[in-house]
């Protein structure tokens, strides 16, 4: 095979990320990668870097909405030197029940995945406007879409099915799970050291534990939509639906109209919960260490939060699996944040995971595990993109 530009489009609620790799035989070799951050804000960011990490553009820019943040990355690759695309890999986190594997994408086909916005309400709204523009500024260019939830396509059925009426499990409503993309490259990473029992935790602004099995995935904490499983930045992970019923019913005495009630529910439970709602403070991991630092009660009680579900979700994952052989963090929490891997793995000798705190005292990859731990502890960083342009030279070659 020649070599080909692959281009990455991989868009979050308020970012678009892209990259682009020339991709030969078994090479890749990354070209360039940006992002636009902060949309919807005055003060966006808009960088870009090449391979060997030198800035060409670093800008703030007032950012209203998706479109103008797009335009400027769309505008940006259209006049830089680099080769212009001969395929772009879109991250999509979940395509419904309908769409499930990686594939060429068409106008139909992004019409399609749009009909369950609701499975993960934060992230494809702007994922299926990225598709339709990207289609329209690169006519002729062969665009694919990755899938989070290709990954989790393994989990048995009795982890998949939600204990829910029959009527809504046929409209698709199932765990379908998230973060599916990083898991599989630290599968990819890990090449033949992939042990038979695997768990993973993707610790970043959304977060996950997953359990593997022989590099296939048996189960993960994310549900339906990213809302479920940990405890994220700003979602509550798993709650009593009791709850939601109690906050629908408050929401109810202000409004009568049920769509404007859903959408405020949804805000309270995906953009208001977790490390924010508990600490009243912020999100960001560094923001609270820094205020438990201070000595600030809320932000204590948020990160043990975090963290005890970690916990408790690594317990039951270990039940699952009949025991582990090595454990991954990753994400920005899991690569960067020291305290929150210790507190995470303190007093679990009697799974046999045992850090060593020197090694732990580290930013980036390593083996962080103790001498004579009997489970491996490592990080490993993900790489989405990489394994996004594997799966586009795949579908390229079909
Ligand atoms: P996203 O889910 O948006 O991709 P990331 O994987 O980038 O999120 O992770 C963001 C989280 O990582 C934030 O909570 C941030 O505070 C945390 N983080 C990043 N760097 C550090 C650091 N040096 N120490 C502690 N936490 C960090």
Redesign the pocket.
């Known amino acids: 095979m020649s070599s080909l530009p692959v281009l990455v489009l991989n868009s979050?609620s308020s970012s678009i990320k892209f990259s682009a790799y020339e991709a030969g035989a078994g090479e890749r070799e990354k070209l360039f990668e940006g992002a636009v951050d902060g949309i919807g804000t005055d003060l966006g960011k808009f960088w870009m870097k090449d391979a060997a990490g030198r800035k060409l553009l670093d800008q703030t820019r007032s950012l209203p909405n998706r479109a103008v943040a797009f335009k400027l990355v769309a505008d940006a690759l259209h006049s830089s030197s680099f080769p212009s695309p001969a395929a772009i890999g879109h991250r999509m986190v979940s395509g419904g029940p309908t769409v499930l594997e990686n594939q060429l994408i068409t106008p139909d086909l992004i019409d399609e995945m749009e009909r369950y916005t609701a499975f993960a309400p934060l992230h494809t709204p702007i994922a299926v406007y990225i598709m339709r523009e990207a289609l329209r500024l690169f006519p002729d260019v062969p665009n694919f879409v990755c899938l989070d939830s290709y990954f989790h396509r393994t989990m048995p059925e009795v982890v998949s099915h939600m204990p829910i009426p029959e009527e809504y499990s046929a409209m698709g409503v199932r765990r379908f799970g998230a973060h599916g993309i990083s898991y599989e490259s630290i599968v990819y990473q890990l090449q033949s050291n992939v042990p038979e029992r695997l768990i993973v935790a993707h610790l970043?602004?959304?977060a996950s534990i997953s359990a593997i099995r022989g590099g296939w995935c048996l189960d993960t904490s994310m549900g339906l939509t990213p809302t479920g499983g940990l405890i994220s930045?700003t979602r509550t992970g798993d709650i009593d639906p009791g709850v939601l019923l109690f906050i629908l019913h408050k929401i109810a005495a202000t409004t009568t109209n049920a769509t404007e009630a859903a959408d405020a529910l949804e805000t309270v439970v995906s953009k208001r919960s977790g490390l924010l709602g508990v600490s009243g403070l912020s999100n960001?991991?560094?923001d609270l260490?820094e205020a438990i630092a201070a000595g600030n009660a809320k932000a204590r009680l948020a990160v043990d939060k975090f963290v005890w579900t970690i916990r408790k979700w690594i317990g039951g994952l270990v039940a699952e699996l009949g025991g582990v052989d090595m454990l991954v963090f990753t994400?920005?929490?899991g690569e960067?944040?020291i305290d929150s891997r210790a507190e995470i793995c303190a007093g679990l000798g009697a799974l046999g995971i045992e850090l060593d705190r020197e090694r732990n005292n580290v930013?980036g990859a390593a083996t962080i595990s103790a001498e004579g731990s009997r489970v491996t502890v490592r990080v490993i960083p993900p790489a989405e993109d990489l394994m996004i342009v594997n799966h586009v030279v795949r579908l390229m070659g079909k």
Request: charged share 35%.
């Open positions: 979050g970043g602004n959304g930045g960001d991991m560094r260490r994400g920005g929490i960067n944040d930013r």
